[in-house]
C-alpha cells in the first residue's frame, strides 16, 4: 500500500479589527459596554482579562480607533514608549504578565496618573492576580478597574465559527456549527 503524504493548506487571514466584525454576547457585553462609557470611568486604570482569543484586541483595536490612542505590548515596552505615550489620551498595553519590567510599568502608571489620560491592561489573568516583586506595583494594581471576558456561550460560539469560515470563503451549513457547538470544549482557544 501506497503511503500518502499529507499537506496542511493553510489559508491567510487577515486579522480584521473593525467594530461591525465584533459580535457581542452575554460572554462580553459587559467588557464592550463598559468601553464604551468612556471616559465616564470612576479610574483612570482597567484591567480586562479573558483567555487567548476571547476579543481583548479586538475589543482594544475598536477603542483605540474610536479614542485616539496607542497600543503596545506588555513585554516589548521601553523607555521611548514612555515617550511616545504623551502625545496619547488612551493607552493600552497588551499581553499584560507576570515578565513584564516592573519599575517601568510603575514609571508608566506614575505617567498616566500625573497627565490625567487613561490606561488598559489586557492579560489573561487580572493584573491583580499577578504576584509582582515591586511593593509599589503590587498596591497599584489594586486600584484597577476590572471587566472579564466569560467563556463563550453558544450564540457566541456560533458567532466565532461562523465567522472563522466564512473568513477563508469556506460556506458551512449551520447544522455543522449546531453539531460543531455541542461537542466542542466551551473555550475560544479550541474554537480557534
Avoid at 465559527?161 to 455543522?176: G, H, M, N, T, V
Amino acid at each position: 500500500m501506497n503511503e500518502i503524504n499529507q499537506q496542511i493548506i493553510r489559508f491567510n487571514k487577515k486579522k480584521d479589527f473593525n467594530e461591525d466584525d465584533f459580535f457581542v454576547s452575554s460572554s462580553n457585553k459587559a467588557v464592550f459596554n463598559f468601553l464604551n462609557e468612556w471616559p465616564k470611568w470612576p479610574k483612570n486604570f482597567l484591567s480586562i482579562s479573558g483567555e487567548h482569543y476571547s476579543g481583548k484586541s479586538h475589543l482594544t483595536s475598536i477603542f483605540i480607533n474610536k479614542h485616539k490612542g496607542i497600543k503596545l505590548n506588555a513585554n516589548e515596552l521601553n523607555n521611548d514608549d514612555l515617550v511616545r505615550i504623551k502625545n496619547y489620551q488612551n493607552i493600552v498595553i497588551e499581553d499584560f504578565n507576570k515578565e513584564v519590567n516592573e519599575n517601568l510599568i510603575y514609571t508608566l502608571i506614575d505617567l498616566i496618573e500625573q497627565n490625567n489620560k487613561y490606561l488598559i491592561f489586557t492579560s489573561i489573568k487580572p493584573i491583580v492576580n499577578l504576584d509582582f516583586n515591586l511593593n509599589d506595583l503590587k498596591s497599584r494594581s489594586k486600584n484597577c478597574l476590572f471587566a472579564k471576558i466569560d467563556n463563550p456561550d453558544d450564540e457566541l460560539m456560533f458567532a466565532i465559527i461562523l465567522k472563522s469560515f466564512s473568513d477563508r470563503q469556506i460556506l458551512i451549513d449551520k447544522k455543522l456549527i449546531d453539531f460543531i457547538i455541542k461537542r466542542i470544549d466551551r473555550s475560544y482557544g479550541k474554537i480557534a
